[in-house]
């Protein structure tokens, strides 16, 4: 069982930037996929960004592509997501999540994820 906590999440103006931080209990996270998902009020929960086990594999999201970064610290339990040039529609609560049966891939499916976090609110005003 892996545990997953997510922080970093707030409130801030159109432009700015924040980092989020997802750590994972347990011994085994470098063999895990991670991502990171985001749901809006009344829409589905959507891709944003995936790593692999090294950190040498990432995807995003085309809404997110060259605006949010994915990375990890193995030594750390840590994947994180930094968030550059935050838009309204980017307003969502922020999923982390850690997929084992992919052997540590990076996947952009959400039913590929066997443990999620309690999620963390992002809001970005105008």
């Known amino acids: 069982q892996v545990q997953l906590v997510e922080s970093g999440g707030g409130l801030v103006q159109a432009g700015g930037s924040l980092r989020l931080s997802c750590v994972a209990s347990?011994?085994?996270?470098?063999?895990?996929?991670m991502g990171w998902f985001r749901q809006a009020p009344g829409k589905e929960r959507e891709f944003v960004a995936t790593i692999n086990w090294s950190g040498s594999s990432t995807y995003y999201g085309d809404s997110v592509k060259g605006r949010f970064t994915i990375s990890r610290d193995n030594a750390k339990n840590t994947v994180y997501l930094q968030m550059n040039g935050l838009k309204p529609e980017d307003t969502a609560v922020y999923y982390c999540a850690a997929s084992k049966g992919m052997r540590g891939r990076a996947t952009m499916r959400n039913y590929d994820y066997e443990y999620w976090g309690q999620g963390t609110q992002v809001t970005v005003s105008s």
């Open positions: 347990g011994r085994t996270f470098s063999s895990y996929g």
